[in-house]
């Protein structure tokens, strides 16, 4: 089935280079036209063999990939019309920024009036006016990065696909290049497709994300979807922080799971497969969702101790550790005054605690 | 602005500067020493000269087994730098980019006419080519000479591309240019300095050749070197001098030429 708002759709796409271990498996995935879509994983997840595949770099071993409905496996990347901003940024050395960002221009016989008409709005566009003469070396990080961008522009694209492209760049920085790319995305309505392991700029920047792991997507959603209700274990530890904890399953009763703990027993929402009574299963719980008005005895409220106090300025991140030895973090505000050794009682909302299978 | 140095550093500059002084002199020295000899009036190697002309210039230029010689070697030396710069540039690819099978035997194949010993070289040279009529002609010293070569423009060539980023190849794939253009507009341009190093590696190992063309060579392909060598057995005489100081301003001013090239020309 083709829709039309579709930009590239994967039809149980797997990609092996020893016929063993596959590097994507059986993957099902669409872009819709001009969104901003996130393959987030950490390295090995297969994310950015996607891009490849996308690209043309990489063909895949079975299945399909489809571009506006006509099937691409084989179609050359030269053919493909796709803009790639490369982690390295890829510029060619040996010509002027104005000579770089013309260059796909040229291969499309565009005359030369309206090259250098177009190479000059796509400077202006990324904030490079005046360096067009320069060359690449000439230019710092951020500003290759930007000639990158105007590059892969150029040419309007219908897609433009971006590898880890501020990987190179210091922190600050890469926080201005996030917002620059963002309101660049906002303004072109062009579909974006981006790479990353820093799952905080996942958050900021995407549409959606798609969370990969072992060549899989583990969950395709908004960045609120993800981090609010993550489908399995790996997101949840992987998007944000998560303490996670096996516990026994005892039932479930208006939707919740219950499950228990050696410290008491705790309610929360289930992502559950077919387990039953008595299978282990794995708690999550972000420490910023554990507060610390527990009273002892209360329904998901849990003693602790508190072993350890970490300042960070606006909050404070403090390690606990319950009687029987479960140890998760928190954070409360500095103004709490909990220091280390103080026992308190932690009370964990049951829409906040996440029950998965163990897998 | 005024930099002020401890006394010691001064010191050990001094003699790092002292030392460097002293190589580049034992390097340069002997061939120095011989240049005078050229312009010398009689035909003996003797210090002090007994008298300064020009004679054995008069005599180079004059005699045509000289002319031929340059025009030999001139000859010999291009056919063969093109051989080898074509043969070696696409083994280096083949080499650098993809997958070779028994990588490391081909390589050491390939290097071989480098490493083996060139008077043994030239004795199989001279056997085989024996043995396909070649021997004593200009296709077979240019054949040998192009073995002989490549290994240079293969290493170069090679190390070129082991520092050449693969992305600009699928950056330039991926902004629409087919794999000639992509050689073409990118490939080719980046790796060019090393080409032409290799060629010019090359070209002087055929021009300063002497062993192969005394076994492979008839009188018709004197090349300077073995004229110069048969020079200095039969008739020593200071005209042999005279060719190797032209041959030696020939290398200075280019040289010069190359080093100035690389100050100005485009740089990454």
């Keep these: 089935m083709f829709s039309p708002d579709s930009v590239v759709s994967f039809k149980n796409v797997s990609k092996t280079y020893d016929g063993k271990t596959f590097v994507v498996r059986n993957l099902n995935l669409e872009l819709k036209k001009g969104e901003f879509l996130t393959l987030l994983g950490p390295s090995g997840s297969g994310k950015t063999t996607t891009l490849m595949l996308i690209a043309g770099f990489e063909h895949p071993t079975t299945g399909l990939i489809q571009m506006g409905g006509k099937v691409i496996n084989d179609l050359p990347p030269s053919r493909r019309n796709i803009g790639i901003v490369f982690q390295n940024y890829a510029l060619f050395p040996h010509m002027t920024i104005a000579e770089n960002v013309a260059f796909p221009l040229q291969v499309r016989r565009v005359s030369k009036p309206e090259i250098q008409e177009r190479v000059s709005a796509a400077l202006v566009k990324v904030q490079l006016t005046g360096f067009a003469e320069r060359k690449p070396s000439q230019l710092s990080g951020g500003q290759q990065q930007r000639v990158a961008l105007a590059r892969a522009l150029v040419f309007n694209p219908s897609l433009v696909l971006m590898d880890e492209p501020l990987g190179a760049l210091d922190r600050r920085l890469r926080e201005v290049m996030q917002l620059e790319i963002r309101s660049l995305h906002a303004a072109l309505g062009t579909t974006f497709v981006y790479v990353t392991h820093d799952q905080s700029e996942a958050l900021t920047m995407s549409d959606r994300i798609a969370v990969f792991h072992e060549g899989a997507v583990q969950q395709l959603a908004t960045p609120t979807d993800i981090y609010e209700n993550p489908r399995n274990g790996f997101v949840a530890r992987f998007v944000g922080e998560s303490n996670q904890f096996p516990a026994i399953l005892r039932g479930t009763e208006d939707g919740c799971a219950i499950v228990e703990t050696p410290d008491g027993v705790l309610k929360g929402r289930h992502f559950l497969a077919d387990e039953a009574g008595g299978d282990q299963v794995l708690v999550s719980i972000r420490p910023e969702n554990i507060s610390f008005d527990g009273n002892a005895g209360d329904d998901n409220c849990i003693g602790a101790k508190v072993i350890d106090r970490i300042f960070h300025g606006d909050h404070v991140q403090l390690s606990l550790e319950t009687a029987s030895g479960i140890k998760f973090v928190g954070r409360s505000s500095a103004e709490l005054g909990l220091q280390q050794d103080d026992d308190v009682v932690v009370r964990i909302r049951k829409e906040k605690c996440i029950i998965f299978s163990q897998k | ?268």
């Excluded at chain 2, 240019?142 to 290493?155: D, E, G, K």
């Excluded at chain 2, 591309?161 to 073409?184: M, Y």
């Excluded at chain 2, 005489?237 to 190797?244: D, G, M, R, V």
Aim: net charge positive; hydrophobic share 55%.
């Design chain 2, 1 to 268: 602005m005024i930099r002020f140095r401890p006394a010691s550093t001064v010191g050990a500059r001094l003699a790092f500067l002292t030392v460097c002084a002293l190589v580049l002199l034992f390097l340069v020295l002997p061939v120095v020493a011989i240049v005078p000899l050229s312009f010398s009036a009689d035909p003996w190697f003797t210090y002090p000269l007994p008298g300064w002309s020009l004679r054995w210039y008069q005599d180079l230029f004059g005699s045509e087994q000289w002319r031929n010689a340059f025009f030999n070697s001139l000859i010999v030396g291009s056919a063969s730098t093109v051989l080898a710069t074509l043969l070696g540039t696409l083994a280096a690819f083949g080499l650098a980019f993809h997958r070779v099978p028994f990588r490391s035997l081909v390589m050491a194949i390939v290097i071989c006419p480098m490493i083996v010993p060139v008077v043994i070289t030239a004795v199989a040279m001279y056997f085989s080519m024996q043995a396909v009529g070649l021997a004593n002609s200009y296709t077979g010293i240019i054949l040998a000479h192009t073995a002989l070569s490549c290994p240079f423009v293969v290493l170069t060539v090679m190390a070129v591309l082991n520092r050449f980023d693969r992305n600009l190849e699928r950056a330039a794939a991926s902004l629409g240019a087919g794999p000639i253009t992509v050689f073409r507009k990118v490939t080719f341009p980046i790796i060019a300095p090393g080409i032409v190093s290799g060629a010019l590696f090359a070209f002087f190992t055929s021009w300063d050749e002497v062993i192969v063309v005394l076994f492979l060579g008839a009188p018709d392909q004197r090349t300077l070197p073995r004229q110069m060598f048969s020079g200095i057995r039969e008739q020593l005489s200071p005209t042999i001098i005279a060719a190797a100081t032209l041959l030696i301003a020939g290398y200075i001013i280019l040289g010069i030429f190359m080093a100035f090239r690389r100050d100005t020309g485009v740089q990454r």
